[in-house]
C-alpha cells in the first residue's frame, strides 16, 4: 500500500495478482511500459484523422480544448489488441468475476488534451448509474478502467488527476488538492482505477505539448455498457475479430439465460455469412 499522496508503479512484468490487489487496496495503480512506444504511435496515426475532424468540447467537462473520439475497436488494429492486453484481463478476471459470470468492454475513448486545458471536475465513472444503486451495492467492484498512455502523461501536459483511496470514501466526500495527485507515467504505460475512483483530466499548463490517453473500460456483464458496441462493432465488422474479443464486446451470454439471441448464442451470427434467419438451423 502507497502513502495517500502518490500513485503507486509497478513495472510491466508485475503479476495480475499483485495490480489487483493495489487496485482493491489503493482504487488505483500504474503499470509501466506495459505496451510499446511503437505500437501507441501506431495507435495515434490509427486515430488521427477522426480526432482531426472531431470538434472541441462544448462545457468545462468536456474540456474547451479537448477533443475526444470513441469507437476505438473498429478504428484501429492496435485498439483490438489492447482491448484483449493479457495483463488487463487477468486482473479483470480476478476483480469483476467475483461478481458476474461474464464481464464486458464497456466504453473506448481517446482524449486530445491541448495546451490551455483546465483540469476538469473529479468524478467517478460509476456516476451514470443511479444513486440507489451505489447506496445498494456500496463495496462492489463494477468497473475497472484503464487510462493507457498514447502520448507521455506529464504534470504539465494534463496527466490524468487521480485520488488514491477516493473508492472508500463516503461518496459525498470532496478531496483536498494534496490528496488530488496526476498520473505521470510513459507512453504506452497505463493507469488502471476502479469505479468509486475520484478522477479526472489535468490542466495543461504546456506550451506546445497535447496529452492523449486512451480509456479502456471493462464492466460486470449485467450492467448496461456506456458505449453500444453493437452499433459500434454491428456483426459484419465484428465477425473478423477474434472471438476472445467478439465475446468481451458483447456477443456472448453473461448468464446460462441471458444475452441469447431467439434463444440461441449471439456468436453464431457472427460464423461466416451467417443470417438472423440462419439461427435455428446452424
Partial sequence: MNPMNAVTHLDASAAAEDVSSLLEE???????????????????????????????????FSGHKTRRVSALIPRSAIAREIAVQPTVI???????????EAYRLQVTHMVNINP??????????DEIFPEAFHKGLPDMTKLVHCMWAVS??????????????????????E??????????????????????????????TSEDSARVGALFGYSLGWLTQEE??????PPDVARDYSEELQKL??????HATAGWVDDAHPLMLLKDDADFKDLRVL
Avoid at 487477468?90 to 458476474?100: I, M, P, R, S, Y
Avoid at 507521455?152 to 466526500?173: C, I, M, Q, Y
Fill in 228 to 233: 453500444n458496441m453493437y452499433l459500434t462493432c
Fill in 26 to 60: 489503493d482504487g488505483c495503480v500504474i503499470v509501466d511500459n506495459l505496451i510499446s512506444e511503437a505500437d501507441m504511435d501506431s495507435f495515434m496515426a490509427d486515430m488521427q484523422p477522426w480526432l482531426k475532424e472531431r470538434d472541441l468540447g462544448h462545457d468545462e
Fill in 249 to 254: 464486446i458483447g456477443y456472448d451470454l453473461f
Fill in 90 to 100: 487477468d486482473v479483470c478476471n480476478k476483480l469483476l468475476l467475483k461478481n458476474c
Fill in 152 to 173: 507521455d502523461f506529464t504534470e504539465e501536459n494534463g496527466a490524468t488527476s487521480l485520488v488514491p483511496g477516493s473508492h472508500k470514501w463516503d461518496r459525498s466526500r
Fill in 116 to 125: 490551455g486545458e483546465v483540469r476538469q471536475r473529479v468524478h467517478r465513472d
Fill in 175 to 204: 478531496p483536498n488538492e494534496d490528496e488530488i495527485i496526476p498520473a505521470v507515467m510513459s507512453k504506452g504505460s497505463v493507469a488502471f482505477y476502479l469505479n468509486g475512483t475520484l478522477h479526472g483530466g489535468g490542466a495543461n
